[in-house]
């Protein structure tokens, strides 16, 4: 009784620095966006740069709270994840989903020349004309570095990541990072028609490789792709779940404990930044108990992956 009472309280000690994680890193996200992102109208991608581009268009019509929309486009599509699918990817973005437009709207707040003595109101600043471009470097720093806590503690950020995903689950020959891209692109590209302007669309790409760049430093270092070797007596369940939900394929081999000279069967997979909670949220699901070991991949090459662009 005693051993099971101290395996649950490392489990709980665990849960609270992930669920903690994942809190901190949406905050910096939402400081990011209403701090640099939204009041210089960064069309950057993903729910944010989609709301920016809406109020954008709706401007001439009647004016709409910016954080009203973020909200409404954040439930949306956490309910639509939910609905296609299911409880174990939604649980993820949960804690974010709460968190984030609440958070937004207050940082929004914030950005005023009556808050704080306008210090955070970057767009009445005397230097202005550099205002702009520190906003686009610090917003892309502030959104990958809140992304990247997020992921760590095992969360998601969802958004449009949500409808990759849907999409992966019914054309299986998709790659999640390809569509991912495609949503992104296609948003900064309206971003340009609904703006009208070239130089605001170029920063917000800026900020938006900056975003990327970080994400790759924090989460995963210098390396571009993680491989897991997972021991667990449910190797053939977790083996078929890893195909269908993760969409990596493994290689299975029989390994011996140097201490209990049993045979084990071993999965090694290898995954990308984006499958990380997927793929640990599987494994928690079918295994708990199951032995799972993580390392950095530095080249992978092969079916899955191209030659130096594993994100």
């Avoid at 954040?74 to 174990?88: I, Y």
């Avoid at 470097?137 to 503690?153: D, H, Q, S």
Wanted: aromatic fraction near 10%; charged fraction near 15%; hydrophobic fraction near 50%.
């Amino acid at each position: 009784m005693k051993l099971k009472l101290e395996y649950s309280k490392t489990e709980l000690i665990s849960q609270l620095k992930n669920l903690s994680l994942v809190v901190i890193g949406t905050l910096i996200l939402a400081f990011g966006c209403a701090i640099f992102v939204v009041p210089f109208n960064l069309v950057t991608g993903g729910v944010t740069g989609i709301s920016i581009i809406i109020t954008n268009a709706f401007k001439s019509v009647m004016e709409i709270n910016i954080d009203i929309v973020i909200g409404v486009i954040t439930w949306g599509l956490f309910f639509l994840g939910l609905l296609f699918l299911g409880w174990d990817f939604a649980i993820k973005t949960l804690a974010s989903t709460i968190i984030y437009p609440p958070a937004i709207s207050l940082f929004l707040k914030l950005v005023s020349p009556d808050v704080l003595g306008g210090v955070l109101d970057l767009t009445t600043s005397p230097h202005a004309d550099i205002a702009i471009i520190i906003s686009a470097l610090f917003g892309g720093l502030c959104v990958g570095t809140g992304c990247a806590i997020t992921f760590l503690g095992g969360g998601s950020t969802g958004g449009v990541d949500i409808i990759a995903f849907i999409l992966c689950k019914f054309f299986k020959r998709w790659k999640s990072s390809t569509v991912i891209f495609l949503i992104d692109a296609t948003t900064v590209i309206l971003g340009l028609f609904v703006i009208k302007d070239l130089i605001l669309t170029l920063l917000g790409v800026i900020s938006a490789w900056i975003a990327a760049t970080v994400i790759d430093r924090i989460f995963i270092g210098s390396g571009k792709a993680f491989t897991a070797q997972i021991v667990s007596d449910k190797y053939e369940e977790m083996n078929l779940a890893i195909r269908e939900e993760v969409h990596r394929t493994t290689t299975m081999f029989v390994a011996y404990g140097g201490y209990s000279g049993k045979s084990k069967t071993v999965l090694s997979v290898t995954f990308t930044m984006r499958q990380y909670a997927v793929l640990m949220a599987l494994i928690k699901r079918i295994d708990p108990t199951a032995f799972v070991s993580i390392n950095r991949a530095h080249e992978i090459n092969g079916e899955g992956f191209t030659f130096g662009e594993h994100s």
